[in-house]
């Protein structure tokens, strides 16, 4: 069974700076990519509100940048993804979707939290080129047009908000006659007036071309079943994420919706020796940026731990 100081399960952000900061402290970190690796930041198109980019940059040449950079500093950075892990004892034990079994001292969790989504052939063709799951990430593509968020809470409402600051109109689409955001949010969507609701709706199809991108939704009735169109550029699925811990099976203590609880400042988790970061244990901001200052700390706690046992 091979040993490591440190296990990082995930990358993105999180992962690669945390893989950066155990590697620069002679740790020799081993770093488990996932299914995706360089994490959702890979499918999209240009990132332009991180630190260092001023003209921007693709997620997937950031994360390549982030990659290479813990790979500098002695990290070894692996394909594939951990299957199953021991968290009962130290060191913990794991095994990878290839079998091979890994002891650890200490382990940084940083496998991400994933979109969730309407279930549309059209929605997965149009990722990137006019879909979204992040309003903060992608709106500001959009300024002055037209646009649909998907979702009846507080996400939703919150997306819907920003992106009136930025886009001419925005059409918030809810399958219900009523939304499920605390009432402080639906009134600043239900009185400003360049969110529109579309009740009882919900989008049968995403128009659009490969040229073009997305060109329009549209609608279905969910009452009559009538349909109509829309002529929107954006489509903004605000319905949740899923936070990426079911290989866990609850080792760690998670919170009602399943990230992961961290003893905040710090990155601690329930179990003595098992850290976490990124978008795992953040059901808040979800922001780039965030997630590697939270790889960043959950490291160093790594490092401290270390020194202490």
């Not at 149009?126 to 799951?133: D, E, L, N, R, T």
């Amino acid at each position: 069974m091979e040993k490591t100081r440190c296990l990082i399960i995930g990358s993105g952000p999180a992962g690669y700076t945390a893989g950066i900061y155990t590697g620069r402290a002679d740790l020799n970190p081993i770093l488990y990519e996932g299914e995706q690796p360089g994490g959702q930041l890979t499918i999209t198109t240009e990132i332009e509100n991180f630190p260092g980019y001023p003209e921007g940059i693709s997620g997937s040449a950031m994360m390549e940048d982030l990659k290479k950079q813990a790979e500098r500093f002695g990290c070894t950075v692996r394909k594939g993804y951990i299957k199953e892990i021991d968290l009962i004892t130290r060191p913990f034990r794991a095994k990878d979707d290839h079998g091979l079994g890994i002891e650890a001292d200490t382990v940084i969790i940083a496998t991400g939290a994933s979109a969730k989504w309407i279930g549309l052939d059209s929605e997965k063709q149009f990722y990137g080129a006019g879909v979204s799951a992040c309003a903060t990430c992608d709106g500001y593509f959009y300024r002055n047009q037209e646009v649909v968020v998907v979702g009846g809470g507080d996400t939703a409402c919150e997306e819907a908000n920003y992106l009136s600051t930025l886009c001419s109109k925005v059409y918030l689409v809810h399958r219900r006659d009523e939304l499920r955001a605390s009432k402080a949010m639906q009134n600043r969507v239900l009185t400003n007036p360049k969110i529109q609701m579309c009740w009882n709706s919900r989008i049968s199809r995403i128009l659009g071309t490969d040229l073009d991108g997305v060109t329009g939704v549209e609608l279905e009735d969910t009452k009559t079943g009538e349909k109509r169109e829309l002529n929107v550029t954006g489509v903004f699925v605000a319905i949740g994420h899923q936070p990426n811990t079911a290989f866990l099976n609850r080792q760690v203590e998670l919170d009602e919706q399943g990230y992961i609880r961290v003893q905040a400042p710090s990155a601690a988790t329930s179990v003595e020796g098992v850290f976490a970061a990124g978008d795992v244990c953040d059901p808040s901001y979800r922001q780039a940026i965030v997630a590697a200052g939270k790889g960043c700390i959950a490291a160093m706690d790594v490092e401290r731990f270390l020194q202490e046992h």
